[in-house]
């Protein structure tokens, strides 16, 4: 798809987030000017069908049960964390998956450790992850409805070699920290993946973030103290930034849903300007809207100095 800024008095148009800059060839002053002067998109037609619209905003969402979007990702320079996680395990280790969500990460992992345990407060998560468990044959893996922050002390304390949280409640604070270093062996390794301040920014420019459930950790140095705070020796601390393409702005919708119920935003209505705006601002050239995926990483040893031996490693 190709823009085309309409020149008028002298000014050439171009877009920036909401506003339009407009640069005059006389004195190359820059000025804010009103939509009115919005870029007109050749052969594209930004009015939204309102009826596929309210189809998709009065369907069923969750964030695991709502019908899987089409979407294309861009994983240049961004190793997945299912994939990283896969290079750091070692037969011989017992994991604990904490937020197991519908089980997916565990289950990946299964096949390269002895033995697993993925706990989550929701009882529809543990559902999901009980019939991947059975469609996986997976014998060595376990899925228990545990709500980590209230009940998490009642893990056998130093059981589990490795201990992993996917946006879940290890990275919601210290006390959720403590609690898997609690579970892990001396030596033991703790990855912590966390929303970082990036995500879904284009939805959040024109819609907000909502009230999050929790108060999640959502910078690198935010994150890289706690750990430090509660004992943890950085072996590991990264910005993963993703991009992620769907089709048009219906296949965007139709994620985003499930975004705001899990945190519980009222959806928008199919009449919303502001999705109109949103498809304008984040089509790019193939036709397709952009959005940003970010996490950060944190990962460490629990503080042990009687062993030098490497921990994370690379294959």
């Known amino acids: ?32 000017v009103e939509r009115l ?23 069923e969402h969750s964030f695991y049960g709502s019908q899987r979007t ?21 037969p011989n280790m017992r994991v604990l998956d904490v937020g197991c969500g519908s089980g997916g990460t565990l289950l990946r992992l299964s096949s390269r450790i002895a033995s697993g345990l993925g706990v989550d407060n929701d009882p529809e998560h543990i ?41 879940g409640p290890i990275g919601f604070g210290g006390h959720g920290m403590r609690l898997a270093l609690r579970a892990l062996k001396p030596n033991g390794l703790l990855f912590c993946e966390m929303i970082g301040n ?26 890289r103290v706690a750990m430090e705070r509660n004992g943890v020796d950085i072996r590991l601390a990264a910005e993963i930034v993703q ?3 769907y089709p048009d702005v219906y296949e ?11 945190l519980g935003v009222p959806l928008p209505t ?18 397709e809207i952009e959005t940003t995926h970010h996490v950060v990483w944190v990962a460490g040893v629990k503080a042990d100095h009687t062993s030098g031996s490497e921990i994370f490693h690379h294959t």
């Open 252 to 262: 965007w919708l139709r994620f985003q849903c499930s975004i705001w119920a899990w």
């Open 70 to 90: 089409e979407v294309r990702v861009d994983r240049r320079f961004n190793p997945g964390t299912r994939d990283f996680l896969a290079t750091q395990v070692q």
């Open 127 to 167: 559902r999901m992850a009980d019939e991947a468990l059975r469609e996986s044959g997976a014998k060595n893996v376990e899925f228990r409805q545990l709500d980590f922050l209230e009940d998490g002390g009642d893990l056998e304390p130093e059981s589990f070699d490795l201990a992993f949280t996917e946006r």
């Open 243 to 245: 991009k992620r393409c």
């Open 37 to 59: 002067w919005a870029p007109k998109w050749e052969g594209t037609d930004m009015g939204l069908d309102q009826v596929r619209l309210n189809a998709i905003i009065d369907g």
């Open 270 to 287: 199919p009449d919303d300007p502001r999705l109109a705006l949103f498809a304008e601002r984040n089509t790019i050239d193939s036709g």
């Open 198 to 223: 990036l995500h879904h920014q284009e939805a959040a420019a024109l819609f907000g973030t909502g009230q999050p459930r929790y108060r999640m950790t959502r910078s690198l140095d935010e994150a």
């Open 1 to 32: 798809m190709q823009c085309r800024w309409r020149r008028r008095d002298g000014f050439e148009v171009r877009p920036s987030f909401g506003f339009v800059r407009t640069s005059s060839p006389v004195d190359g002053a820059l000025r804010d």
